[in-house]
């Protein structure tokens, strides 16, 4: 998995609650992805890093902020968990950008 | 909104069969890549193709790229059971300038079931 892990692979959180999701990788990317997938809908992105503290917006990042305080972690985190963020999260690493994407196994989070 | 999308959304084969899975996009790209994923793991990147590259080859797969169509495929030849995964394009899009976005935008991706 290309040195990449994703913690915690499973969480059931209740509505409203905070939560959040580390990525770390041991590649020494500089380019860090946060997607999360859903039936219908394929895989989108959240938010993206390009070095650190320098982030930006994927196409759904209502309700999600990002931090990048070392190069070896991102770490997504939901605001105030709806039901609509129960999806399957995956990090995503790249050493240049647009480059190939390295996939951890992904965080599979259910908001009740 | 998607920017690649897969045809068939599903494909069912017997092992020794060829498979082709199609993937139409709608802007300008830099690159167009295609990944696999296996259920319940991660996707893994198989292949890039840049928008000045018609055709590429590795191992057992095959990748085509018509910029004027916006479309690419996915050959995989003499399928084998082990290869029954999801298979996803994914493309950079470039801006009018065609500088990239450096962002990858995945479609949603055609199910292959190789029967033994």
């Known amino acids: ?69 070392k190069t070896e972690d991102f770490l997504l985190t939901l605001e105030s968990a709806t039901s609509s963020q129960t999806s399957v999260y995956f990090c995503a690493i790249s050493e240049n950008r647009a480059a190939s994407l390295h996939f951890g196994n992904g965080t599979r989070l259910t908001v009740t | 909104s998607q920017q690649g999308e897969e045809d068939p959304q599903a494909l069912s084969i017997q092992e020794g069969e060829n498979a082709t899975m199609n993937c139409s996009y709608k802007t300008s790209i ?3 890549q295609w990944y696999r994923q296996n259920s319940g793991r991660g996707l893994v990147h198989l292949i890039l193709i840049r928008s000045n590259e018609r055709e590429k080859h590795s191992g057992r797969l095959r990748v085509t790229l018509d910029t004027s169509k916006k ?20 493309t950079d899009a470039t801006n009018a300038g065609g500088t990239s976005y450096g962002k990858l935008t995945f479609g949603q991706g055609t199910i292959l079931t190789v029967h033994p």
């Open chain 1, 1 to 69: 998995d290309a040195g990449i892990t994703q913690s915690p692979r499973h969480k059931v959180t209740e509505t409203g609650t905070p939560v959040t999701l580390r990525c770390h990788q041991t590649e020494n990317h500089r380019y860090m992805y946060w997607y999360r997938q859903d039936p219908g809908h394929g895989l989108r992105l959240i938010h993206y890093s390009y070095g650190v503290k320098d982030t930006d917006k994927g196409e759904v990042s209502d309700g999600y902020s990002v931090s990048r305080s």
């Open chain 2, 30 to 32: 830099n690159n167009l």
């Open chain 2, 71 to 90: 479309s690419s495929s996915l050959l995989i030849t003499a399928s084998r059971a082990a290869d029954t995964a999801s298979y996803f394009c994914a």
